[in-house]
């Protein structure tokens, strides 16, 4: 089994186990199996009679060599799904009122970064697809293709924080005109010649293709959904820990725990309950980044931020 694993390296492994305060008879939900760096690890701490339910929106981790491996363990169930449908997978496993600890790992695998064919790369060109989850949605080329260029900017402006979003928007619209968007070096190579400036270290199609990729797969509104069903499903002591890669997964997450603590005012709230709110979470201890050491062994860990709650009665 170690085989399988060899390749992988799951960000923050340590802290997000220490996070999830897991007892040996747990009942833990990994919402996001990539290639089962994080499951592997949970299931170790798991006695005979703890349990893992993981699940992912893309088929290819389902159906991964990792997977594979961990489903001989008969404490290990993997379904494919989002986060939006965290309720309906732990409910279908009969585990409504057993969920002691849920981790969700934002963002993509080093695998669906690497793989050309999935189009989330701007380095490597392959087809401009760059869904999560093949089997259904429009690709990013149909998308880029029919999009008014006004919802062109405002995607890129506000999924990538992109300033030239606009800029961007035209030259997209400009090529589409004469060429098909077929291809990720298409598309690279059309930002490249629309942005004026160059951030250091940073190449230019980075903010957008970051935003293309959550516009498509709807990843914050997903996370929203999935965030607003854990708490619903964790056990009083039961805890949340969330690994988030960009500034706008992990403001949501950090105001989702915020006003989940506070509990009150309602209307106020991103996610509005009927009154009164109780405080369904509490913090514990500071948001945590990545040792130097763990972002020299693995650089594609420098942005992340891990996040931890724990619910309450």
């Given at each position: 089994?170690?085989g399988?694993?060899?390749t992988?390296?799951p960000?923050l492994l340590?802290e997000a ?6 007892a040996?008879?747990?009942y833990?939900v990994?919402?996001?199996f990539?290639r ?7 299931l ?10 993981a ?7 389902i159906?991964?060599?990792e997977?594979?491996a961990l489903?001989?363990d008969s404490?290990f169930?993997?379904r494919?799904g989002?986060f ?9 496993q009969g585990?409504?009122?057993r969920?002691?600890?849920v981790l969700?790992d ?5 695998p669906?970064?690497?793989?050309a064919e999935r189009g989330f790369s701007?380095i490597r060109?392959?087809?401009l697809?760059?869904?999560l ?10 998308w880029?293709?029919?999009a008014?260029?006004?919802?062109l900017a405002q995607v890129l402006?506000m ?5 030239f979003a606009?800029?961007i928007a035209r030259?997209?619209v400009?090529?589409?005109?004469r060429?098909?968007?077929l291809?990720t070096g298409?598309?690279a ?8 400036t ?5 190449h ?6 970051l935003?293309?990729r959550?516009f498509i ?6 996370l929203?959904q999935?965030?607003r069903?854990?708490v619903?499903l964790?056990?009083p002591?039961?805890?949340?820990v969330?690994i988030?890669f960009?500034s706008?997964e ?17 209307a ?5 309950r009927?009154?009164p709110?109780p405080?369904?979470?509490r ?7 990545p040792?130097p ?9 420098r942005s992340?931020v891990l996040?931890v709650a724990?619910?309450?009665?």
């Open positions: 089994m170690n399988a694993f060899s992988h390296r960000v340590q186990l220490e996070g999830l305060a897991v040996p008879e747990g833990i990994d919402c996001t990539g089962g760096g994080h499951a592997k690890a949970i170790d701490q798991l006695s005979d009679r703890g349990r893992l339910l699940f992912d929106k893309d088929l290819d981790a159906t991964s060599q997977a594979a489903l001989r404490r169930a993997l494919h989002s939006a449908q965290l309720k309906e997978i732990v409910e279908a585990w409504a009122d969920v002691s600890g969700m934002l963002g993509v695998s080093s669906q970064l690497d793989e701007f060109s392959g087809p697809d760059m869904r989850d093949t089997s259904r949605g429009p690709t990013a080329a149909e880029l293709t029919t008014p260029e006004s919802e402006r999924f990538g924080e992109e300033r606009r800029r030259a997209i400009v090529e589409r005109s060429r098909p968007l291809t298409d598309l190579r059309i930002i490249e010649e629309a942005v004026p160059r951030e250091k270290g940073k230019p199609a980075t903010r957008s293709f935003a293309i959550i797969n709807r990843e914050l509104d997903e929203e999935g965030l069903q854990s619903d964790l056990r002591g039961g805890r949340l969330v988030s960009h706008l992990d403001r949501i997450v950090k105001r989702f725990m915020r006003n989940e603590e506070r509990g009150s005012e309602p106020a709230a991103r996610w509005p009927p009154s709110c405080a369904r979470l913090r514990i201890g500071r948001a945590i980044m040792s050491q763990e972002i020299a062994a693995n650089p594609r860990a992340a996040r724990e619910r309450i009665a």
